[in-house]
């Protein structure tokens, strides 16, 4: 048996919003500061570019999910952005429901039945399984990861400090999950796949990874699977691999 909570120490780091002016190819108005880059990216690889831009920059940027509907003016027609809006951590019959974002600082945040908070395109959302949401032309549609590749990349920035001195992570958040796997064969989410020989080992991992969200160990293989910017499921595969998996979250993220 495992504890339900691990703590794990670091030192800190703070990530500062650019001044509103453009610097470094970031460009703000009012509360809002992205960079866009025009380049083809997959749904991780778009996440992936976000996180290296941050790191030449000295910021902590991120794909857009409370603030994607901001974004809408900055897009053409012709445009396939991705925002961080994702259900890839419960689905219910209710498609509206579920929905998390990637903002650093809104882990808790989740979409209940019937919500209207997300500015979803006409009878969107309709996809089953785990999806995520992206803007087609100015039209936000749900769609699995893989369906399609962005043809630009907005990140955004943000206030959130990048680590604390002191972090737990915790089983059963942000509740007690049915199963761990996704039942589809749809790639859900971002992994880094590692070998760790302790659960603690794998956590100080995650830890060290500022976009890791959660994280999976497997005692018996000494497996250790980061999910990276957004909350998923491990994927179908990964349950026929010998021993148990321990899912532990990152409440404080």
Same mark, same amino acid.
């Given at each position: 048996?495992?504890?339900?909570? $691990?703590? $794990?120490?670091?030192?800190? *780091?703070? @990530?500062?919003?650019?001044?509103?002016? +453009?610097?470094?190819?970031?460009?703000? &108005?009012?509360?809002?500061?992205?960079?866009?880059? %025009? &380049? +083809?990216?997959?749904?991780?690889? /778009?996440?992936?570019?976000?996180? +290296?831009? *941050?790191?030449?920059? =000295?910021?902590?940027?991120?794909?857009?999910?409370? %603030?994607?509907?901001?974004?809408?003016?900055?897009?053409?027609?012709?445009?396939?952005?991705?925002?961080?809006?994702? /259900?890839?951590?419960?689905?219910?019959?209710?498609? &509206? /429901? *579920?929905?998390?974002?990637?903002?650093?600082?809104?882990?808790?945040?989740?979409?209940?039945?019937?919500?209207?908070?997300?500015?979803?395109?006409?009878?969107?959302?309709? /996809? %089953? =399984?785990?999806?995520? *949401?992206?803007?087609?032309? &100015?039209?936000?549609? %749900?769609?699995?990861?893989?369906?399609?590749?962005?043809?630009?990349?907005?990140?955004?920035?943000?206030?959130?400090?990048?680590?604390?001195?002191?972090?737990?992570?915790?089983?059963?958040?942000?509740?007690?999950?049915?199963?761990?796997?996704? @039942? @589809?064969?749809?790639?859900? =989410?971002?992994?880094?796949?590692?070998?760790?020989?302790?659960?603690?080992?794998?956590?100080?991992?995650?830890?060290?990874?500022?976009?890791?969200?959660?994280?999976?160990?497997?005692?018996?293989?000494?497996?250790?699977?980061?999910?990276?910017?957004?909350?998923?499921?491990? @994927?179908?595969?990964?349950?026929?691999?010998?021993?148990?998996?321990?899912?532990?979250?990152?409440?404080?993220?």
């Amino acid at each position: 048996m495992y504890a339900q909570h $691990i703590a $794990i120490i670091s030192l800190v *780091g703070i @990530s500062y919003l650019c001044p509103p002016v +453009q610097m470094n190819n970031l460009i703000c &108005r009012e509360d809002l500061c992205i960079i866009r880059i %025009d &380049r +083809q990216a997959t749904y991780c690889e /778009a996440h992936e570019i976000c996180e +290296q831009e *941050g790191r030449k920059r =000295g910021r902590r940027l991120f794909i857009p999910g409370n %603030d994607a509907p901001k974004i809408v003016a900055l897009l053409s027609d012709t445009d396939t952005v991705f925002t961080s809006f994702n /259900a890839m951590l419960n689905r219910t019959t209710d498609r &509206r /429901a *579920g929905w998390r974002v990637g903002d650093p600082g809104y882990a808790n945040f989740v979409t209940t039945k019937k919500d209207t908070t997300i500015p979803w395109h006409t009878r969107e959302p309709n /996809a %089953d =399984g785990p999806t995520i *949401g992206l803007y087609v032309g &100015r039209q936000l549609f %749900d769609d699995p990861q893989n369906y399609r590749n962005a043809t630009s990349v907005i990140c955004e920035a943000s206030l959130r400090p990048t680590g604390g001195k002191l972090e737990r992570f915790q089983t059963n958040w942000p509740y007690a999950l049915d199963t761990l796997f996704v @039942s @589809s064969e749809h790639p859900c =989410g971002c992994f880094k796949s590692i070998k760790a020989n302790t659960l603690i080992a794998c956590a100080k991992r995650c830890k060290q990874r500022t976009e890791c969200r959660s994280f999976y160990f497997n005692e018996k293989n000494k497996e250790c699977m980061l999910s990276l910017y957004v909350d998923s499921l491990l @994927s179908m595969r990964s349950s026929i691999s010998p021993g148990a998996w321990v899912r532990f979250g990152r409440p404080d993220w």
